[in-house]
């Protein structure tokens, strides 16, 4: 069954701090997408990353970087010098092809709040 | 501006009285989707659209209704709603129904049942 665990229910780090958010995912699928979004104070979604299970390079874009690793079968979000404008609630999903045609149905972990003190 | 728009953004009503969340997407993306979004147990997906007129279930499809008459709306219906169907809930859309495709959020609406 396909399955998205997010253990990290609420991160709390100060200013300046590195921070890593942990994402394990379950699959029967060898062609997935895993994706992370985040959803500030404000309530949005908003799109971060996108990931397909043959590209398992790791990403990074600023101060966020995504390392994917398919043998542990983790997607794990690091941001270096973390910001109070990162404090949010940061969700992992999993999106399968699928057979019979694609339905793009997320499947979400239940999130990280993360907390950034100043 | 590219956008997912859901009307109203907060409301409070009460049991039994219908009501309607409107979504409109601007983009022309063919797939549309509502979510619900719970306390620990994040978000997920109520009912789908592929194209105009084609709809299916998602996860948790039960109390609700949709309707895809056109291509930019996709509003989520509540016949009777009832106090288990508090929560906020999420228009998303994308511009065809493959799982590769990034999917734009609205803003939410959150829903109090009495």
């Known amino acids: 069954a396909q399955k998205v665990t997010q253990a990290q229910t609420e991160i709390s780090v100060v200013e300046k701090e590195d921070v890593t958010l942990d994402c394990v995912y379950e699959?029967?699928?060898?062609?997935?997408?895993l994706f992370w979004y985040k959803q500030p104070p404000s309530g949005e979604l908003v799109f971060l990353i996108r990931?397909?299970?043959?590209?398992?390079q790791n990403e990074i874009s600023g101060r966020y970087s995504w390392n994917f690793q398919k043998s542990t079968s983790s997607f794990n979000f690091t941001i270096t010098a973390s910001q109070v404008v990162d404090s949010a609630v940061y969700f992992c999903?999993?999106?399968?092809?699928?057979?019979?045609?694609?339905?793009?149905?997320?499947?979400f972990g239940t999130g990280t709040l993360l907390a950034v003190q100043p | 501006e590219a956008q997912v728009t859901q009307n109203p953004r907060y409301l409070i009503t009460v049991t039994g009285k219908k009501l309607t969340v409107t979504c409109s997407q601007n983009?022309?993306?063919?797939?549309m989707s509502w979510y619900r979004q719970d306390p620990g147990l994040g978000l997920r997906q109520i009912y789908y659209?592929?194209?105009?007129?084609?709809?299916d279930k998602g996860d948790v499809p039960e109390g609700y209704k949709v309707s895809r008459k056109e291509k930019r709306n996709f509003p989520l219906i509540l016949e009777s709603p009832s106090p288990n169907q508090t929560s906020l809930y999420f228009c998303?859309?994308?511009?065809?129904?493959?799982?590769?495709?990034?999917?734009?959020f609205g803003d939410g609406t959150r829903l109090s049942i009495l």
């Open positions: 990931r397909n299970s043959f590209d398992e």
């Open positions: 999903a999993l999106s399968e092809k699928g057979y019979g045609g694609a339905t793009n149905k997320l499947i």
């Open positions: 659209s592929m194209n105009v007129e084609v709809t």
């Open positions: 998303a859309s994308s511009f065809t129904g493959g799982s590769y495709q990034p999917q734009h």
């Open positions: 699959t029967r699928d060898t062609t997935y997408y």
């Open positions: 983009m022309n993306h063919e797939y």
